[in-house]
């Protein structure tokens, strides 16, 4: 239930033109523009996330990116999205990176960063403060 409300919020975020955005605070997931994708489950963005799948459902490439550590916006996607701490994630990929079997997403040191990165690489997904998003990028979720 929770990804109906997250598309319905985002709906309404982009019909508004962000200003819902910027009201509440709230994560934006963005992609490029050139992505086909009209949204995005959070269900899949943590499948892209935590390495289970490197394709969007439209069987594209993904590449997604995580702000560092000490972002605010972090810790709210990883509680949100991911229903991880910082330190659980940590020991997941160690876990995978161990055995072989993944690398972490890349990390960027803020919200300018992981947009101008976003905006710059047609396969790439990545969250930021809404009061961030504007025409370079794609909003796929918004995370309340």
């Not at 009201?23 to 892209?48: M, R, T, V, W, Y």
């Not at 594209?60 to 509680?79: D, E, I, S, T, Y």
């Amino acid at each position: 239930m929770k990804s109906i409300k997250f598309s319905l919020i985002a709906v309404t975020g982009l019909l508004l033109g962000g200003i819902a955005l910027e009201a509440s605070a709230a994560l934006a997931l963005i992609a490029h523009p050139s992505n086909k994708l009209s949204g995005i489950s959070a269900e899949d963005a943590a499948h892209l996330f935590m390495g289970k799948t490197g394709e969007f459902s439209n069987g594209l490439r993904a590449n997604p990116v995580h702000q560092a550590g000490n972002a605010p916006a972090r810790a709210k996607f990883l509680k949100s999205v991911l229903k991880k701490t910082d330190d659980e994630l940590t020991a997941y990929w160690s876990k995978l990176q161990f055995s072989g079997k993944g690398q972490p997403p890349r990390e960027l040191a803020d919200d300018a960063a992981v947009k101008a990165f976003v905006a710059g690489n047609p396969d790439a997904i990545g969250y930021v403060d809404g009061k961030f998003v504007d025409g370079s990028v794609k909003v796929l979720l918004i995370i309340p």
